[in-house]
């Protein structure tokens, strides 16, 4: 477009200011130059068409060796009589509109002035032709020079908005990635990769981290921020997405990792390291860590939920704690999701199973790990957790955290017991409902549609 534009005022201006002037049909041949590529920018500019950067640059030199052609006929025909006056100023300027490598310019300016001899040399008188072939060849020597000074300065510039943005990307205190630039670079890394190729997420919490600010000092919980950034960044592999997420907090993405053996190692080690850092207090600092191996069809904030859920559940246990999951891929269920923890018959548990079996989607769970694991990965679609008492343990550490965890407080837990001792202790943990393992059928589904508002 601009070149259309420049090229029409020139035309115009010419007509009056040069009193010689006449046009030729050599004036005319960017004419279809300029409808070609108007057609081609069109096509480009919808959004359903995708190019290449590799094809852009066909396109664009095209154009300009093009362009270039038509202005050196300009010289060598149109106004055969004078001495050039476009041509060897295209080739001096060429470099400043035009980005490319140096071999490029040295063959694409060579071929033009091998061009523009070849037509010259019919058109113009000898003087003439020696006089604009030593023009041409002083224009192609400045035209290298002010190429590499140009690519310098260009290289320099570039090179300074790299280091500008890494820095910026950068969380000053730790040297690991800021929390925007860590969410960008793992919402990028889940768009590149393929649907199968698993990876891992490491979700580390500094144990009792305001302490350490209260009785040492700001000064002392920088230098511990700093030192637990080095310890990831050293730790980890060079690929692997590092980044400081909260105060306290730090969020590493594995990518091709599936082997839970390693991932647990990693985890320890940083823990055991953990324990090494002394800032003088002569106690040894800990951290909490939720790990996750996303083996399945899941987005990125599902990953970091289930991340931030299994580092949730390390703190309820205590300090120096890691919770690791493996989240296998699955077809998010239709239904509503009832989590069941029972080793026994879920007969005994729901009662006239077939009601239910049709209203909800029912999965079993063996152990309070992996109902928790369950209930993470099921959370948007969760309606009820029912608990068999024979499999929780003394801390009852499911019903603690479905009641202290925010985002499961308004799931509803049934608990089914045994025995007297574990009716009370479900209701100490603060379960909503307490059936009896023998209470009657009736009894277990009229409870449970209570539970789901059904």
Request: net charge negative.
């Amino acid at each position: 477009m601009y070149t259309s534009i420049i090229y029409s005022l020139l035309l115009i201006l010419a007509h009056f200011v040069v009193p010689s002037f006449k046009i030729h049909g050599v004036h005319f041949l960017i004419i279809p130059l300029m409808v070609v590529y108007y057609i081609i920018n069109l096509h480009l500019r919808k959004p359903w068409v995708h190019i290449s950067t590799h094809m852009t640059g066909i396109i664009c030199g095209i154009f300009y060796f093009s362009l270039v052609t038509i202005i050196m006929l300009f010289d060598a025909v149109a106004v055969s009589e004078r001495p050039a006056v476009w041509t060897p100023l295209v080739i001096a300027l060429f470099p400043m509109v035009y980005i490319d490598k140096m071999y490029k310019y040295g063959c694409e300016e060579l071929i033009a002035i091998i061009i523009y001899a070849i037509i010259a040399y019919f058109y113009k008188e000898p003087e003439l032709y020696t006089r604009e072939l030593y023009m041409l060849m002083a224009a192609y020597v400045m035209s290298m020079l002010s190429a590499h000074i140009i690519l310098v300065m260009r290289s320099r510039e570039g090179l300074a908005m790299i280091e500008l943005k890494q820095l910026s990307s950068l969380d000053k205190l730790t040297h690991v990635l800021n929390k925007d630039t860590l969410m960008q670079r793992m919402e990028y890394q889940y768009m590149q990769k393929k649907p199968e190729e698993a990876c891992a997420m490491i979700m580390v919490d500094i144990d009792n981290f305001k302490d350490v600010n209260d009785n040492l000092g700001h000064d002392a919980g920088d230098r511990l921020l700093e030192r637990v950034g080095q310890l990831l960044i050293d730790n980890f592999r060079a690929y692997d997405i590092i980044g400081r997420y909260g105060g306290d907090e730090f969020v590493v993405l594995m990518p091709k990792m599936n082997d839970m053996t390693i991932l647990e190692m990693r985890c320890r080690t940083l823990q055991m390291f953990m324990t090494d850092i002394n800032l003088g207090n002569g106690q040894p600092f800990t951290a909490s860590i939720g790990a996750i191996i996303d083996d399945g069809n899941h987005t990125c904030s599902e990953i970091f939920r289930m991340a931030d859920d299994a580092l949730y559940k390390s703190k309820l246990f205590g300090k120096s704690k890691c919770t690791a999951w493996k989240i296998s891929n699955f077809e998010y269920p239709s239904k509503p999701v009832v989590i069941a923890l029972t080793d026994g018959d879920i007969n005994i548990i729901f009662g006239i199973v077939e009601d239910t079996i049709k209203r909800f989607e029912i999965v079993k769970t063996h152990n309070e790990d992996e109902a928790l694991r369950c209930i993470s990965q099921y959370h948007e679609k969760l309606q009820l957790v029912v608990v068999d008492m024979l499999l929780v343990n003394e801390s009852g550490i499911i019903i603690r955290y479905l009641k202290k965890r925010e985002g499961f407080m308004h799931i509803p837990i049934l608990a089914v017991a045994s025995s007297p001792e574990e009716s009370f202790q479900a209701k100490e943990l603060g379960a909503d409902e307490v059936v009896m393992t023998d209470s009657s059928d009736e009894l277990k589904q009229q409870t449970i549609n209570r539970l789901v508002r059904m």
